[in-house]
């Protein structure tokens, strides 16, 4: 883990509101030198159980948490609005998305949580609930990488990477998702 000039670790987010986190995080992206920005393909998080790989043209913000308005008549996996920025958004919890067995959160779990948010460019106003923002990844950071099985039911999971520690991580193309059929039909 490395640490930020302003001593504070560069993964972990000041605690006191959503400016400070934004501005933490706008500024830990102005450090990145040239060089280690043009390798730094995506942004870490962590989604239920799965290390994930976002690409970073795929992705806009990460926002504080802030409980979604429940829609009926919803899958459960669509949390709710949120209004962020002038703009509603839906909340999706990604990992119940993929495994309709992963456990509900509780209100505490939920709260611990950030709130990632499409690029406007794939013109959906979506975000996906976070459980751990891990930061800027790069190709370096990898000791490994392979294709998914050719089998696998979602398109939008791509190669798998092994990181140093041993553990894999999976690219999530938040572009191919916001296409997907089933991503898109949120009503039961």
Known sequence: MSIASDGQSALTPPSSSSDDFQNHFA????????????????MGVRIGERALLVPLSHASEIAPWQKPTPVPYTKPWFMGIVGWRGELSGVVDLATFLDDKYPKRSEAQSAACRLMTFNPALEINVALLIDQVAGLKSVAEFSQAHRPPSNTAWPFLGNLYTDQQGTTWQELNLQSLSANEKFLSIGI
Request: aromatic share 6%; net charge positive; proline share 0%.
């Open 27 to 42: 500024k830990r992206l102005r450090q990145v030198d040239a060089g280690e920005r043009a390798l730094s393909a995506w």
